[in-house]
């Protein structure tokens, strides 16, 4: 197990996001913090359902323009992550 939490996932993904589109938000204090408030959202989301979304408009920009954040967000993306009690998903129930 990654001990990674659900929210970790999240997170990263859209890190990953703001990265592939020109700008690294890690060190921006108030956009990380906006990016883990949509992780937390997303992932009570998906207690109740396989997808949802996150969007942050507006999270960074560069001279391109403003930088965006539009993502869907599966529950088989957060397989073995960790919570509290072990993984937040049973890797061997398959999802999706």
């Known amino acids: 197990m990654s001990g990674r939490t659900a929210e970790d996932v ?3 993904l859209c890190l990953r996001d703001t990265a592939r589109q020109g700008i690294d938000v890690r060190e ?8 883990r408030e949509a992780a937390r959202k997303a992932v009570v ?5 396989q997808r ?9 920009a560069n001279a391109s ?3 965006h954040i539009a993502l869907e967000v599966r529950r088989r ?3 073995g992550a960790a919570g509290p009690d072990g993984p937040v998903l049973d890797p061997r129930v398959k999802l999706g």
């Open 10 to 12: 999240v997170v990263e």
């Open 28 to 35: 921006d204090a108030i956009a990380v913090g906006r990016i």
């Open 45 to 49: 989301e998906l207690e109740s359902t």
């Open 52 to 60: 949802t979304d996150v969007n942050l408009p507006f999270i960074a």
């Open 65 to 67: 323009g403003p930088i």
């Open 77 to 79: 993306d957060l397989a």
